[in-house]
């Protein structure tokens, strides 16, 4: 509806309806609807009850989380949303139409349909409707052969619209591979709760490449035949566009892929496909947690230990933990899979609040897990390039794979050509004015410095701000320099980079694609490499350094290193060649790499989570992160300090307040940062002190963020 605020006419949702008004409102008050725009419920009771759930559970204003879950209503003005035909219940056609053949009887062919007729019908029935024009992709004749399976009535012909988005590009032929016994029991466990239509969440653990989106499609699939709807996160949905080919192509069409790359119009679309219930899956990043589902029965969430499920501004939700509570209260299946579960995950299963599924092999019965090698770079020298960062043994196995024809991956968690520009006379650093951190040196657009923090770039500088030294050398390596660096070591290599620089919009997935075609040797990148992307011809993986993880200030650094580290070496070797990693280091004896060298995720589970608990972390205490930032660097600490002392007088004994203290990153885009953190296990008293911070304002130009069950701690 279209209410009067101030001078603005601004957008409401009817959460309630009362029809006696209480005796304390003050009748002059009120003000009239202006219009109505929806005469049906916008967000259905299911969708409703967990929006005011998670709002009350992070304690966000509800109309922020309802932003969140209707994309439809994001637009500001009305004019523009009566220009664009959104206003009224006018239902656009986004896509192009196109002729689309649709199985009628899945059953199998009579002996009339043969040869090429045959193997049309072999693909088509694979799916429940396929565009004719991706039909004659694969088979020449496939729109006489599509005629003919008409005329025997096992298919119709319908003129449908044409998804768009990143799928529309693939539509891979689906093969449905032969589930392994652990697979099946998996999948069995998980049709077993649907048909029960009770909630129930599963873990789903198992190792690189063991086949866990197998799992989840026929998870999917069953969802399907009850008539009932799914939802799949993924983390990096732009960066696997695999997945959801094959989610489409076992799926069919009736399925959403909801990215930030969307524009409004076709967000608006998907939208209004899955409330409408002609859409049933929504395969999606984290912002698919809000996916409009009719009957929902089923969430998946892939990677689930994936810090990208962390939304880190606005309303900060986590779409795991909400993908667990939305399923609790729709009476849906979770699955949660990973090859490095969370501890949370770990701990829930021992709590007996999940199930544990294990898939213990690769689904590939030739494909093993690689042999990896730790190499300590306190010992072992550069190769024959003389390159710091690409030891000798490294040199040697790139030498062997090039010489095989194959691929490797060169994981940095660096991007730019130098982390940083230093002075060699006074030894003072290149800082942004903006922020606490070393600006880092691009090249590969001109010679730039920029701060990854808040993107402030300048041209790089010829003389030390502070001592006026023209003497300013380049410090350390990001993935810009290994490239430059091996294409002179390796002049016949076809190199190529995948990193946030390169990864604008389509870009990364044209990297992707070249790799995936064999028109790549080496690909170096950053996390995104790590992401989950099945290439088979990969043989060779090398993590440059390893130590960059370890050393932040977080007591997670350990976890997430070790889940890098068995991430990125689970691209080695997935197809029928066996695959080989290379970790290099200067702490080769610290847990998460050593046991992430022998894959040994359980003895690295057993000691963190001992750790944990000796230190009172999650997932054996909950925490709050209250963070606070302002221009001024005095008013930002007296602020701080003031709700820190509020906290401890709310405080039970149960709960500790640890703080205030400047942030680990201390300024960020000319803010200086303090906080400090709420802990305990008492849900209650928790509550209590966070809701009384909550309701504290501010004083002054300062603002506070009250970060439930944090994740980074920068
Ligand atoms: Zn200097
Ligand atoms: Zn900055």
């Known amino acids: 509806m279209l209410v009067e605020f101030g001078r603005r006419k601004l957008f409401g949702v009817v959460l309630g309806v009362s029809l006696e008004l209480g005796e304390d409102i003050d009748r002059s008050k009120l003000k009239p609807v202006l219009a109505v725009i929806d005469t049906e419920p916008v967000v259905r009771p299911e969708l409703l009850d967990f929006l005011l759930e998670l709002a009350r559970y992070y304690l966000a204003p509800i109309g922020e989380v309802l932003r969140l879950a209707l994309p439809a209503l994001e637009r500001s003005s009305v004019e523009d949303l009566q220009e ?30 043969s040869g090429q007729t045959l193997e049309v019908w072999q693909t088509l029935s694979s799916q429940t409707a396929m565009p004719i024009s991706a039909l004659e992709k694969q088979h020449k004749s496939a729109r006489q052969a599509v005629k003919k399976l008409a005329l025997l009535g096992l298919c119709t012909i319908e003129r449908r619209e044409q998804e768009r988005g990143v799928t529309a590009l693939e539509w891979s032929p689906d093969q449905r ?10 999948v069995l466990a998980l049709t077993d709760a649907l048909d029960r239509r009770t909630s129930q969440a599963f873990l789903l653990d198992g190792v690189t490449a063991s086949g866990k989106t197998e799992v989840y499609l026929h998870a999917a699939e069953h969802c399907l035949k009850q008539g009932r709807g799914a939802i799949v996160l993924v983390p990096e949905i732009a960066l696997t566009p695999q997945l959801t080919a094959r989610f489409r192509a076992r799926l069919g069409d009736a399925i959403a892929i909801v990215h930030s790359g969307l524009a409004g119009k076709e967000r608006l679309h998907m939208w209004k496909q899955l409330q409408s219930g002609s859409f049933k899956v929504a395969v999606g990043a984290r912002s698919a947690l809000f996916a409009p589902v009719a009957e929902l029965a089923l969430i998946c969430v892939d990677e689930e230990h994936d810090g990208s499920f962390k939304q880190e501004e606005g309303v900060r939700y986590n779409a795991r933990d909400m993908a667990l509570l939305r399923a609790h209260r729709a009476g849906a299946v979770a699955v949660l899979g990973s090859a490095t579960p969370s501890l949370s995950s770990e701990a829930a299963v021992r709590q007996g609040k999940m199930t544990r599924l294990k898939l213990p092999a690769r689904a590939n019965q030739k494909a093993v897990l690689p042999k990896v090698t730790v190499i300590d770079l306190k010992r072992v020298g550069a190769g024959p390039s003389g390159d710091r960062f690409l030891s000798l043994p490294l040199y040697r196995a790139l030498e062997r794979c090039l010489a095989a024809k194959e691929q490797a991956i060169l994981f940095l968690n660096r991007r730019g050509f130098a982390p940083s520009l230093v002075c060699e006379g ?6 942004c004015p903006h922020c606490s951190v070393a600006m880092t040196l691009h090249r590969a657009r001109g010679e730039r410095l920029v701060c990854h923090y808040c993107d402030y770039t300048i041209a790089r500088i010829g003389t030390c701000g502070r001592c006026g030294s023209d003497k300013l050398s380049d410090e350390g390596v990001g993935t810009e320099r290994v490239e430059e660096q091996l294409q002179k070591s390796f002049p016949e290599a076809r190199i190529g980079r995948l990193d946030r620089d390169v990864a604008a919009g389509v870009k990364s997935e ?4 070249r790799m995936r075609r064999g028109e790549l040797d080496i690909l170096v990148g950053t996390q995104m490499v790590t992401k989950g992307h099945d290439l088979p011809s990969v043989t060779l993986v090398g993590v440059l350094n390893a130590d960059s993880a370890l050393s932040l200030p977080d007591f997670r650094a350990a976890e997430r290193c070790f889940h890098l580290l068995v991430q990125v070496a689970g691209r080695a070797g997935r197809g029928d060649k066996p695959g080989e990693v290379l970790i290099q280091t200067r702490q080769p004896e610290h847990p998460a790499v050593a046991l992430a060298a022998q894959h040994d995720v359980a003895a690295f589970t057993e000691r963190e989570m001992r750790e944990r608990q000796e230190l009172g972390y999650p997932p054996f205490s909950r925490l709050a992160l209250i963070k606070i930032d302002a221009v001024d660097a005095a008013l930002a600490e007296r602020e701080a300090t003031r709700l820190a002392a509020l906290a401890r007088s709310l405080a039970s004994p149960a709960i500790s307040i640890l703080g205030p203290a400047p942030a680990p990153l201390a300024r960020l885009r000319n803010r200086y940062r303090f906080r400090f953190m709420v802990r305990g296990n008492d849900r209650a008293a928790l509550r209590k002190v966070l809701l009384g911070l909550a309701r504290s304002k501010p004083r002054g130009d300062v603002r506070v963020a009250i970060d439930i069950d944090p994740l980074s701690m920068l």
Do not use: K, N
Not at 91 to 113: F, N, S, T
Not at 178 to 184: E, N, V
Not at 426 to 431: R, S
């Open 426 to 431: 006074c030894g003072q650093f290149v800082q």
């Open 84 to 113: 664009q035909g959104v206003l009224g219940h006018a239902v656009e056609a986004v896509g192009r139409m196109v002729q689309y053949a649709v199985v009628q009887h899945a059953a199998i062919a009579p002996d009339e349909v």
């Open 177 to 186: 591979p032969t589930l392994t016994d652990p697979q099946a029991r998996a």
């Open 510 to 513: 044209r990297v992707l694609a």
